[in-house]
Nanobody, 120 residues
Framework: EEQLVASGGALVQAGGSLRLTCTAS????????MTWVRQAPGKEYEFVSA????????WYADSVKGRATISRDNAKSALYLQLTNLKMEDTATYYC?????????????RGQGTAVSVSP
């Protein structure tokens, strides 16, 4: 059974940093592109960042470019998202997703997300 569990979310002050972790199992992680998406309260799911299977290619949403770093450890089947200079608009539940995913209307991620809340 495929499982994706995100962790590392917390309540942080604006300007702070966080490192989110996603632990994957049940599929060949090392051969799979991976994506981080998020859902802010009352909003649709939003693409945040993606990484190729070997980690050599990365993509970022304009909203986090320069403040986010996506990485992976294929030996550990783990995906990471380092967020710096957090802003209140980063408040959301973050999910890791198998594959390269640009959320569309009605799409819902599988797996457990982690909540990030940024305070003034």
């Amino acid at each position: 059974e495929e499982q994706l569990v995100a962790s590392g979310g917390a309540l942080v002050q604006a300007g702070g940093s966080l490192r989110l972790t996603c632990t994957a199992s049940g599929f060949m992680f090392s051969a799979t592109y991976m994506t981080w998406v998020r859902q802010a309260p009352g909003k649709e799911y939003e693409f945040v960042s993606a990484i190729s299977s070997g980690g050599g290619n990365t993509w970022y949403a304009d909203s986090v470019k320069g403040r986010a770093t996506i990485s992976r450890d294929n030996a550990k089947s783990a995906l990471y998202l380092q967020l710096t200079n957090l802003k209140m608009e980063d408040t959301a539940t973050y999910y890791c997703v198998k594959g390269y995913q640009r959320p569309s209307m009605g799409w819902v991620p599988r797996g457990q997300g982690t909540a990030v809340s940024v305070s003034p």
